[in-house]
T-cell receptor, first 115, second 114 residues
Framework: EPEVTQTPSHQVTQMGQEVILRCVPISNHLYFYWYRQILGQKVEFLVSFYNNEISEKSEIFDDQFSVERPDGSNFTLKIRSTKLEDSAMYFC?????????????FGNGTRLTVT | AQKVTQAQTEISVVEKEDVTLDCVYETRDTTYYLFWYKQPPSGELVFLIRRNSFDEQNEISGRYSWNFQKSTSSFNFTITASQVVDSAVYFCALRGGSQGNLIFGKGTKLSVKP
């Protein structure tokens, strides 16, 4: 069964450094998402992406965050200058056609640790 | 505003017991979708079920069943004859209106002891 893949599985970085989290969505999906989950807390929406542009973003997704689909397969989340509070599990997801009724298929996540 | 409430933070049961996980949602949309996801200790999010606002039929899949009641804005999840492998955090989520994103509840951590 096709799946969303994320790399790396764990990233450790120093405060102030830039990180790029990578995702390969399911190949025929059209909508892409980033979510994050601070340890032990709820899963929070960051941003959704469709047709090569951001379609929605949350308050969390401020100017230090950006997303890109640099080619036909990858979908990346960049954090320009990481802060301690950015430490979390970051999930990429994709969904197919039929915006509301298509379930989001999540990757296994990237655990980001900012020291 | 859209909101999902999972009032049960943690539940602990003994294997073979039945357990129900509660989910209450709020939305002003007439068309919306409800989802349940499972997050096992390994951390991934696994899609379990989707239900749309026009279909109040209950659904059963093996030991899993879901009870959707629009009148009480609830979408509860029951595991029959629980097993240790059911131990996980279970999230209820809502998607409605023109939004593509899912709004998650805080999750219920289920521990099934042998």
């Amino acid at each position: 069964e096709p799946e969303v893949t994320q790399t790396p599985s764990h990233q450790v970085t120093q405060m102030g450094q830039e990180v790029i989290l990578r995702c390969v969505p399911i190949s025929n999906h059209l909508y892409f998402y980033w979510y994050r989950q601070i340890l032990g807390q709820k899963v929070e929406f960051l941003v959704s992406f469709y047709n090569n542009e951001i379609s929605e973003k949350s308050e969390i997704f401020d100017d230090q965050f950006s997303v890109e689909r640099p080619d036909g397969s990858n979908f990346t989340l960049k954090i320009r200058s990481t802060k301690l509070e950015d430490s979390a599990m970051y999930f990429c997801a994709s969904s197919g056609e039929g915006l509301l009724n298509s379930p989001l298929h999540f990757g296994n996540g990237t655990r980001l640790t900012v020291t | 505003a859209q909101k999902v409430t999972q009032a049960q933070t943690e539940i602990s049961v003994v294997e073979k017991e039945d357990v129900t996980l509660d989910c209450v949602y709020e939305t002003r949309d007439t068309t919306y979708y409800l989802f349940w996801y499972k997050q096992p200790p390994s951390g991934e999010l696994v899609f379990l079920i989707r239900r749309n606002s026009f279909d109040e039929q209950n659904e059963i899949s093996g030991r899993y069943s879901w009870n959707f009641q629009k009148s009480t804005s609830s979408f509860n999840f029951t595991i029959t004859a629980s097993q240790v492998v059911d131990s996980a955090v279970y999230f209820c989520a809502l998607r409605g209106g023109s939004q593509g994103n899912l709004i998650f509840g805080k999750g219920t951590k289920l521990s099934v002891k042998p």
